[in-house]
């Protein structure tokens, strides 16, 4: 088995088929479909259960112990890369799609194109907002504008681009879980998801496992489409999280790179965003009239990424911090 797909799921068994029949259309013969229910619950449960018969033996459902809220991405696809079979591990999520059946056929010409030594692949894919549009380029879209990369092509067929650590970095986009295929052992070497984080677990294993990879191959085609969640839904990983949680779970994932990366471009990339996630947290925290607890984080942000505009506000929130509610009733 060359290929394992794996698709963590939850109480979304309609789009979960569509999804699956896309990756189906695959012309490649040599992957497997595993769908890891995280506790569905009441006619989803019997719908997971005709999912795992209907399409024979090339798609698996594993069934996880149910929760309230269920595990979660990460720990449902680290249980579904524990359980696959393929050499290299790729993700599908349930509410996204394949749109281009050589995908995996085309990773594997890569693969044997550089005699094994591919760690990481990474493609592009579309996004759709909630209203059918597609949005900016928000991956790895325009990597092939530097002319080191487009230097360094291996297959102009395929066609197929070798980068480095740093061609990377300095990209704004990274390489979406759709769009992502890595060697097995690697995924299991490196630890996999990070199941602690709810929000942006695939930037933080993108890092992890692009400064891990010894050979990385990107190409430069769209071959999925992921939608964009709708902020009026919770049922979706980046709506069930607060903007708070969201910054909080940033802040974790860009420590976690400045302290352990080996490529000091990602820990460059770790200290420089820091900064910008230590701001949405101040921002939220003064919307919400926490103003002592804006200004400390104010004052951290301040350290990480200093600027004379962020200076005057971080003084404005000090002053609204001694006049505060809070504070008031804690001097009396």
């Not at 394949?98 to 194109?113: F, G, K, M, N």
């Not at 050979?215 to 709708?230: A, E, G, N």
Request: some cysteine; aromatic content about 8%; glycine content about 6%.
């Amino acid at each position: 088995m060359q290929f394992s797909v794996v698709m963590p799921s939850r109480n979304r068994p309609a789009l979960l088929r569509k999804a699956i029949e896309s990756i189906l259309e695959q012309d490649h013969d040599s992957f497997e479909v595993l769908v890891i229910n995280d506790g569905s619950d009441g006619e989803a449960e019997a719908e997971y259960r005709a999912i795992g018969s209907d399409y024979g033996e090339r798609v698996r459902v594993h069934d996880l112990e149910k929760t309230t809220r269920g595990h979660g991405q990460s720990y449902g696809i680290n249980i579904g890369v524990e359980l696959a079979r393929g050499k290299y591990v790729t993700f599908l999520d349930d509410d996204d799609f394949w749109t281009d059946p050589y995908h995996l056929s085309r990773c594997q010409a890569v693969i044997e194109r550089t005699d094994g030594a591919a760690d990481a692949i990474y493609c592009n894919q579309r996004a759709i907002d909630p209203n059918g549009r597609e949005v900016a380029p928000v991956w790895l879209d325009g990597l092939l504008d530097s002319p080191k990369v487009s230097a360094r092509c291996i297959d102009e067929s395929l066609p197929a681009y070798q980068v480095t650590v740093a061609d990377l970095m300095q990209h704004p986009g990274f390489g979406h879980l759709n769009t992502s295929i890595v060697r097995r052992d690697l995924y299991l070497e490196i630890g996999g998801m990070d199941d602690n984080i709810r929000y942006e677990c695939d930037r933080d294993f993108y890092l992890r496992t692009i400064d891990a990879a010894r050979t990385i191959v990107h190409i430069p085609l769209f071959v999925s489409q992921h939608h964009i969640p709708d902020p009026a839904r919770r049922d979706n990983m980046s709506t069930v999280v607060t903007d708070l949680q969201k910054a909080l779970f940033q802040l974790y994932l860009l420590d976690k790179a400045r302290l352990f990366a080996r490529h000091p471009e990602i820990r460059r990339h770790g200290r420089e965003n820091k900064a910008y996630a230590l701001k949405k947290i101040t921002e939220s925290l003064a919307d919400s009239g926490r103003h002592r607890e804006a200004a400390a984080y104010a004052r951290e942000a301040l350290g990480a990424g200093f600027t004379m505009k962020w200076l005057a506000y971080t003084a404005w929130l000090e002053v609204l911090g001694l006049v505060s509610p809070s504070t008031r009733e804690e001097r009396t």
